[in-house]
């Protein structure tokens, strides 16, 4: 489907096909009978140029469902056409919906096809600025990336490290528009170049700093932002990099990118400090009030994922010989039953068992389980 596809919403069949006729030879279009299919096809589907939506449909109307629209697909262009046009209605449509047109039954062929080809002109416009942007962003990114990897090869160095981090919990956490938090990862280290490269080295290979070094350190959000203010439309970037070494329990109003670069350079700090992924999780669990819980586990399941294995929360009835214990088993008393980093083997179950007959067990218990195992069902299931 191109970009150019604009998709008509409403309830009546024979008002769809007339559009078809109508407008089939002129435009790429696609229809949908009501706003359950309209959303269906929205979310399945490549982003539509325009939707053009009845007002007046069951269970949801036009305004409604455009509003939908817009949380979905924010650059699609929405109209409204409607037999029932009043006063009230176009202002929930224009506030609520964002509709670039209202337009009203029955309406003339010719207006139609002029709403909708300056529907898709303001489409294009909308993408192709953002194409601009994202594009001037990209150029002036790399020259002040090239610059730290010249200055400060080891932060340049970490840098990389961090973008992958970002990049793989957005994707995981589902966050829209990732290439924003990959700018800001990839900038999160630059104002590194004002700081002295043997106290770098001293802090890149976990040497104790004096309270005067930290105090350097410290400064380098600020020379960060200070340096990315002269780029236009910066403001997201820049919010997240300020805010990159605060605690979430301390700052809820922390930005997103702030939460995602605070995560990944903790990882990160931890990875090169010699520690593996489960000991770096661990350690980060153990503090996990500084960090937003959502993205935590986004990216505990993207770093185990690369193996093969996904963290699942289960009750006992849900556990299955073969997955791999992630904390303790304890009674709700706070014994022991089995410690973490064991593998689950019918003695192990049979164990729990005993104790699950008396109610005993706390739970949910954390476990890693195969990664094929939960796309063969989408739930944990037992071994063949």
């Known amino acids: 489907m191109t970009n150019n596809t604009v ?29 359950e299919e309209a959303l269906e096809k929205i979310q399945k589907n490549d982003p539509y140029a325009v939707v053009v939506s009845d007002l007046k449909m069951p269970k ?11 949380s979905i697909s924010p650059d699609t262009v929405r109209v409204i056409l409607t037999g029932h046009a009043n006063l009230d209605s176009a202002i929930s449509a224009v506030n609520e919906g964002s509709v ?42 790399k020259l002040l990336t090239d610059i730290l990897a010249l200055v400060t090869p080891e932060a340049f160095g970490r840098t990389e490290r961090i973008k992958q981090i970002v990049l793989g919990t957005a994707t995981e956490a589902k966050l829209d528009n990732p290439w924003r938090y990959e700018l800001a990862a990839m900038l999160s280290m630059i104002g590194y ?62 930005p997103v990118g702030g939460r995602l670069l605070r995560l990944a350079g903790d990882f990160e700090s931890l990875e090169r400090s010699g520690l593996d992924k489960d000991e770096a999780m661990d350690h980060m669990r153990s503090d996990e009030d500084r960090y937003d819980p959502m993205l935590l586990r986004a990216l505990e399941r993207m770093i185990f994922a690369e193996e093969g ?76």
Do not use: W
């Open 309 to 384: 294995l996904v963290p699942m929360s289960l009750t006992f009835k849900e556990l299955r010989v073969g997955m791999l214990l992630t904390a303790n088993v304890t009674t709700e008393d706070g014994v022991l039953l089995m410690a973490k980093g064991q593998e689950l083997n019918e003695v192990g179950l049979l164990r729990l068992q005993n104790f699950a007959r008396n109610n005993s067990i706390k739970e949910p218990i954390e476990v890693r389980v195969s990664l094929d195992r939960v796309k063969q069902s989408g739930k944990a299931q037992p071994p063949s």
């Open 60 to 70: 949801m109307n036009g305004i409604d469902l455009l509003t939908r629209v817009k």
């Open 7 to 35: 998709l008509f919403v409403d309830d009546e069949p024979n008002i769809l096909a007339s559009f078809r006729r109508s407008l089939g030879r002129k435009f790429s279009i696609d229809l949908a009978q009501g706003p």
């Open 100 to 141: 670039f047109r209202f337009l009203t039954k029955p309406c003339d062929t010719d207006i139609l096809v002029k709403t909708v080809n300056a529907s898709i002109k303001q489409y294009r416009l909308v993408t192709a600025e953002k194409e601009l942007l994202r594009g001037t962003l990209r150029g002036s990114v």
């Open 193 to 254: 170049i004002s700081v002295d490269p043997e106290i770098l080295d001293k802090k890149f290979n976990n040497e104790e700093l004096t309270p005067e070094e930290e105090q350097m350190l410290t400064m380098h959000s600020a020379v960060a932002t200070g340096l990315l203010a002269n780029i236009p439309r910066m403001q997201e970037v820049i919010d997240a990099i300020a805010s990159q070494d605060d605690r979430f329990d301390e700052n809820p109003d922390q």
